[in-house]
């Protein structure tokens, strides 16, 4: 496939959506030309053009918030992009991690009314991964990105031992608050290391789905 072969508008534009390679939030909608596209192949980072200004810019050229360029995809009409990033600050010009943080709906829409037991980890690696971004100040997230994947690991190891004293003390309370803990510790531990939960997933999925083996 080349860029040429895509479908470019009158304008000689193409639109293109960007998405958080692990949490798999929709940060902003922009708008490529082929040039700007080839920019972004050429140099792995995001480049784009401003239909106001009518001119190409380099995302975090100036804010230094950078996005990496993990994969572009395009759609079967060809006419659509979807560039999977990990970005190095929030995507928006207005500070947060995503263009789209609000709703339409009166309930807040998906986050609020989803009725996926699931769903709490999807929302908490959101979370994290606008933490690392952001990288706020009096954050324990943030505190830990800082101080690194030895501290993340520690904490992982601790957690784990708290969980493995509540389960020996019988104490269900407690289970439940430490293993909150561990999955919590975990899932900064996969951001830290780019690795998506959906990989992991992937995996649990792959291991239980397959036929059982003849004894």
Same mark, same amino acid.
């Given at each position: 496939m080349n860029i040429s072969d895509l479908k470019f508008d009158e304008n000689g %534009?193409?639109?293109a959506i960007v998405q958080d390679v692990q949490s798999k939030e929709v940060l902003t909608l922009a708008?490529?030309?082929e040039e700007s +596209?080839?920019?972004s192949i050429d140099t792995r980072e995001t480049w784009f053009y401003s239909r106001s200004r009518q001119e190409l810019w380099h995302k975090g050229e100036t804010s230094g918030n950078t996005q990496v360029i993990e994969d572009i995809r395009y759609d079967c009409d060809q006419d659509a992009l979807i560039v999977l990033v990990h970005p190095n600050g929030p995507a928006c010009h207005k500070g947060t991690f995503s263009?789209?943080?609000d709703? +339409? +709906?009166e309930d807040g829409g998906v986050e609020r009314s989803a009725s996926d037991r699931f769903a709490i980890l999807s929302q908490l690696e959101k979370l994290i991964a606008e933490r690392d971004a952001a990288r706020p100040e009096g954050?324990? $997230? $943030?505190?830990l990105f800082k101080e690194g994947v030895d501290k993340i690991l520690k904490k992982v190891g601790e957690e784990a031992s708290e969980v493995i004293i509540a389960a020996?003390?019988?104490d269900k309370n407690e289970l439940s608050w430490e293993t909150a803990d561990l999955l919590y510790h #975990? %899932? #900064?531990l996969l951001k830290e290391q780019d690795l998506p939960l959906d990989d992991v997933l992937k995996v649990l999925k792959e291991r239980h789905t397959e036929p059982a083996e003849k004894e």
């Open positions: %534009l193409i639109p708008y490529m030309t +596209l080839q920019k263009c789209f943080e709703s +339409l +709906l954050s324990y $997230t $943030t505190y020996k003390n019988r #975990v %899932l #900064v």
